[in-house]
């Protein structure tokens, strides 16, 4: 298959992070795009965080916008996208699994149309291997051009041609985009995009782009068509959303946008993802003054030992952590907390792994995402000499999840005989006549119900038995 190549990643052209006036793009689609779709079907697979499944619901906002309807059948869909996941290795390992999959259905339907998209093909090495080993793969893009999908399946179709654009910018602000929201009752709000940070371990800020902000006035709006809809629950989003407003070089920090957003009538806002470093004392003002900030807060540590910290560069130490946290908890008494924690960071020792078992044990996380570190192409820590041997990080993960699964049995077990409300999403998977849904402090709770009515309202419910991953109640009449 021919290549047109309209735009390749670049590690170098990524690392870039001059232009303080970030454009803002008001999204249109060209008349001859506009029912390119009429009479296909879509599928999208979304990876990763909650970043790409916000994408993923713009991508299928723009598609049905220019005639496509949404696949039954995800593997046999006349556009499949796969929105991708660079973060870790695995999770690119389970991508070309899928691709492997879709080659097969591509040989029975050569009209089929295959994309891959999101933050693996913002990687160099990525597209390169996309081009010399995935033929059958049409288009290609990155983070930063999602507004062009109906070009590029149009230029797919019509040159019968792999068509790659993935742009290393620094970003830009995409605003007007058409959503097909997943859930009629929670909804995904991006704030801001790209990081800054640079964490040695992490391609975020090369695939994401810098840090930029979303004005207020759009994001203050977007929440409160959601308000008219019926939602009640916003997850405010972004790689870092307690930077929110600095690349404006205004006053205006996310601390006020909380209280802003608080005034819209929204019943329930949360946040993700929180850097330590960036969690200053309005955000805590406001999680204790606004009711409709839920009392929970997801804030990855990483480590809990300050060289590797500073080897991570994270920016704060053990100390300032728990100085915040212990701020927090005093203005948030009955808090959540829970983080992300990587084990077997480059030669990380025995006694810096129990430092951060310490950490953990200080701070009572009641729940947290662990990983081994996954070394990252292009990242400073890639580089660094490691001898720690992958078994012992194997033992480390599995001693680490005992100390976090304790803490999220703890956590559940606090509200044993309580009443909690609880924000309905529908049948439990579990089955047996369940129903489920989330307290304001994201505990995920069954109970007994067949009322299909219930989705997306809030319930009454005593919580009667406390297991590791979830909560089980009655429903109160």
């Known amino acids: 298959?021919?290549?047109?190549?309209?735009?390749?990643?670049?590690?170098?052209?990524?690392?870039?992070?001059?232009?303080?006036?970030?454009?803002?793009?008001?999204y249109t689609v060209e008349t001859q795009y506009q029912s390119i779709g009429k009479g296909k079907t879509y599928a999208i697979f979304t990876y990763g965080c909650q970043g790409n499944?916000?994408?993923?619901?713009?991508?299928?906002?723009?598609?049905?916008?220019?005639g496509y309807t949404k696949s039954t059948d995800k593997m046999n869909a006349d556009v499949v996208i796969l929105n991708t996941c660079a973060i870790r290795e695995n999770?690119?390992?389970?991508?070309?699994?899928?691709?492997?999959?879709?080659?097969?259905?591509k040989r029975e339907n050569p009209d089929m149309?295959?994309?891959?998209?999101?933050?693996?093909?913002?990687?160099?090495?990525?597209?390169?291997?996309?081009?010399?080993?995935?033929?059958?793969?049409?288009?290609?893009?990155?983070?930063?051009n999602k507004q062009n999908l109906p070009k590029l399946i149009y230029e797919a179709y019509m040159t019968k041609s792999k068509v790659v654009e993935v742009i290393s910018s620094e970003g830009d602000i995409l605003e007007d985009a058409p959503k097909i929201r997943e859930s009629h009752h929670k909804a995904w709000v991006n704030i801001m995009y790209g990081c800054d940070e640079f964490c040695t371990y992490c391609i975020v800020p090369y695939t994401r782009g810098r840090e930029r902000s979303r004005s207020k006035e759009d994001i203050i709006e977007e929440v409160k068509e959601l308000v008219s809809l019926g939602y009640s629950e916003v997850t405010l989003l972004g790689q870092n959303v307690n930077a929110y407003g600095k690349d404006l070089g205004l006053e205006y920090t996310f601390g006020d946008l909380l209280y802003d957003?608080?005034?819209?009538?929204?019943?329930?806002?949360?946040?993700?993802?929180?850097?330590?470093?960036?969690?200053?004392?309005?955000?805590?003002?406001?999680?204790?003054?606004?009711?409709?900030?839920?009392?929970?807060?997801?804030?990855?540590?990483?480590?809990?030992?300050?060289?590797?910290?500073?080897?991570?560069?994270?920016?704060?130490?053990?100390?300032?952590?728990?100085?915040?946290?212990?701020r927090l908890k005093e203005l948030v008494?009955?808090?959540?907390?829970?983080?992300?924690?990587?084990?077997?960071?480059?030669?990380?020792?025995?006694?810096?792994?129990?430092?951060?078992?310490?950490?953990?044990?200080?701070?009572?996380?009641?729940?947290?995402?662990?990983?081994?570190?996954?070394?990252?192409?292009?990242?400073p820590a890639a580089t660094m000499p490691d001898s720690v041997l992958?078994?012992?990080?194997?033992?480390?993960?599995?001693?680490?999840?005992k100390y976090i699964n304790a803490g999220y049995l703890s956590g559940h077990q606090r509200f044993l005989n309580q009443i909690v409300e609880v924000l309905v999403d529908g049948p439990s998977k579990s089955g047996d006549g369940m129903m489920?849904?989330?307290?304001?402090?994201?505990?995920?709770?069954?109970?007994?119900?067949?009322?299909?009515?219930?989705i997306g309202k809030m319930v009454k419910v005593k919580i009667t038995d406390a297991k590791t991953w979830f909560m089980i109640g009655e429903l109160c009449e």
Request: net charge neutral.
């Open 1 to 26: 298959m021919k290549n047109i190549k309209l735009a390749m990643p670049s590690l170098k052209d990524a690392r870039m992070r001059k232009n303080k006036n970030i454009p803002t793009i008001r």
């Open 53 to 66: 499944e916000a994408d993923s619901e713009v991508m299928a906002g723009i598609l049905e916008q220019i």
């Open 91 to 105: 999770a690119e390992q389970r991508i070309w699994g899928v691709l492997g999959q879709l080659k097969g259905k």
């Open 113 to 144: 149309i295959i994309g891959i998209s999101g933050c693996m093909p913002q990687e160099e090495n990525a597209t390169n291997k996309i081009l010399e080993s995935y033929d059958f793969i049409d288009i290609v893009f990155g983070t930063h």
């Open 261 to 326: 957003l608080d005034k819209t009538g929204i019943k329930r806002i949360r946040f993700t993802t929180s850097h330590p470093r960036d969690l200053d004392e309005k955000t805590m003002q406001a999680m204790h003054d606004c009711d409709s900030v839920m009392p929970h807060l997801h804030l990855p540590v990483q480590s809990g030992d300050n060289e590797i910290l500073k080897r991570m560069n994270r920016k704060y130490t053990y100390e300032e952590y728990i100085s915040k946290i212990t």
């Open 333 to 379: 008494p009955d808090l959540a907390l829970t983080t992300d924690i990587i084990v077997g960071f480059p030669n990380e020792t025995a006694e810096q792994f129990q430092n951060t078992l310490k950490l953990v044990q200080e701070a009572k996380f009641e729940g947290a995402f662990t990983f081994i570190y996954s070394r990252r192409e292009g990242t």
């Open 390 to 401: 992958e078994q012992e990080k194997h033992e480390r993960l599995n001693i680490l999840n």
């Open 436 to 454: 489920c849904g989330y307290t304001p402090h994201l505990k995920l709770t069954h109970f007994k119900c067949n009322d299909l009515s219930l």
